[in-house]
């Protein structure tokens, strides 16, 4: 699946808000679909860079020999849920952010590992 394809795919998740493709080592979007005035996916890629730099930081610190699966951010009317890449991507990982209302968490989860693991880049 190319970049396109997967970004309107994860659009199509219930309550799905925006979602961007990210390279946590240079902080860019490599896409973005979504977004608007209250959720400028730009931001929230470079921040959600720095979430990722700091877990994969402490992983090491700690030695621990494993792998970050997804990042859940929990906020009071919507979800941020961070994936890294895991097939050959490198620094990559998917982000999107869902209406809690609207959304349900554990197939947004399961739909973003589909989708993560299809995407050719």
């Known amino acids: 699946m190319n970049l396109e394809s997967a970004l309107k795919e994860a659009m199509t998740l219930d309550g799905a808000l925006g979602v961007a493709v990210v390279d946590y080592e240079s902080g860019l979007s490599l896409g973005t679909l979504g977004g608007g005035p209250?959720?400028?996916?730009?931001?929230?890629?470079?921040?959600n860079t720095d979430v990722v730099?700091?877990?994969?930081?402490?992983?090491?610190?700690?030695?621990?020999?494993?792998?970050?699966?997804?990042?859940?951010?929990?906020?009071?009317?919507?979800?941020?849920?961070?994936r890294p890449m895991t097939s050959n991507h490198g620094s990559l990982f998917v982000y999107i952010a869902l209406d809690r209302a609207r959304a349900n968490l554990a197939l947004a989860r399961h739909n973003l590992k589909r989708i993560e693991s299809e995407l050719e880049i």
């Open 38 to 47: 209250d959720l400028d996916l730009d931001i929230a890629a470079a921040g």
């Open 53 to 82: 730099r700091a877990k994969v930081r402490t992983l090491a610190t700690l030695d621990i020999d494993d792998a970050v699966v997804d990042i859940l951010i929990t906020l009071g009317k919507q979800y941020h849920l961070i």
